[in-house]
């Protein structure tokens, strides 16, 4: 079965620091993994994804995250961190069975940026 | 841009008493989701959605969860007797514009709604 694990519930960071959150899965099948960012009040949006191809996969707000087979990890990156990038951060894995979707998440990363 | 829209933003109940949880999503989109996040938990899946009829539910959708797409764009959770650990935020989310899904649609999500069951 699919399951995700993501480890630290919560970092912090410097403004300008490297951000690094860490993701490891488990699937059955090749996997598809998303990363998703919440910002406070708002939903799910998506940062980035993996489904075949090259295996550094580059997202939305300078967020790139590189898929690695032999770790079974697809840890989320970021060379500088900014203010607005406080939000919390969930790893995902999608089982398709059947013709349909379905979303397994990790419990979440809460990322704090100091000034 | 197109986005999944969710109302109530907040929903405070009794318990045992019925709630509906109301979503539109993206315009296009064929395929519908809930997913739920108790508070300090995980998201997780509840329940998908593809031409009029449940895809796949999760354990957690139980006897006392349904859903309906009742005029053709909006989304329907109802929870006939709410309990207390229904208390949760609660996820709608749409994917799939085309007739042929791939595990590689990207979900589109709304900005939930809180339930509190008191």
């Known amino acids: 079965a699919q399951s995700v694990t993501q480890l630290g519930s919560h970092v912090s960071v410097s403004e300008g620091a490297l951000v690094l959150l860490r993701c490891n899965y488990s699937s059955s099948v090749p996997p598809y993994l998303f990363w998703y960012v919440q910002y406070p009040n708002q939903g799910l949006q998506l940062l980035l994804k993996?489904?075949?191809?090259?295996?550094l996969v580059k997202g939305i707000n300078g967020f790139e995250a590189e898929f690695k087979k032999s770790e079974t990890s697809f840890h989320l990156t970021k060379p500088s961190a900014h203010m607005s990038d406080a939000a919390e951060y969930f790893c995902a894995v999608t089982l398709f069975s059947g013709g349909y979707n379905k979303l397994i998440f990790g419990a979440g990363t809460r990322l704090a940026v100091h000034p | 841009e197109p986005e999944v829209t969710q109302t109530p933003s907040h929903q405070v109940t009794q318990m045992g008493q019925e709630v509906i949880l109301r979503c539109v999503p993206i315009?296009?989109?064929?395929?519908f989701y809930w997913y739920r996040q108790i508070l300090g938990q995980k998201v997780e899946f509840l329940v998908s959605?593809?031409?009029?009829?449940?895809?796949?539910k999760s354990e957690i959708f139980d006897d006392q969860f349904s859903v309906e797409r009742p005029d053709g764009s909006n989304f329907t959770l109802k929870i006939r007797s709410t309990k207390l650990e229904d208390s949760a935020m609660y996820f709608c989310a749409s994917s799939g514009g085309v007739e042929a899904p791939s595990s590689t649609d990207t979900q589109y999500f709304g900005p939930g709604t809180r339930l509190t069951v008191l």
């Open positions: 315009s296009n989109h064929l395929y």
């Open positions: 993996y489904t075949t191809g090259a295996t």
């Open positions: 959605f593809y031409n009029n009829e449940i895809s796949e």
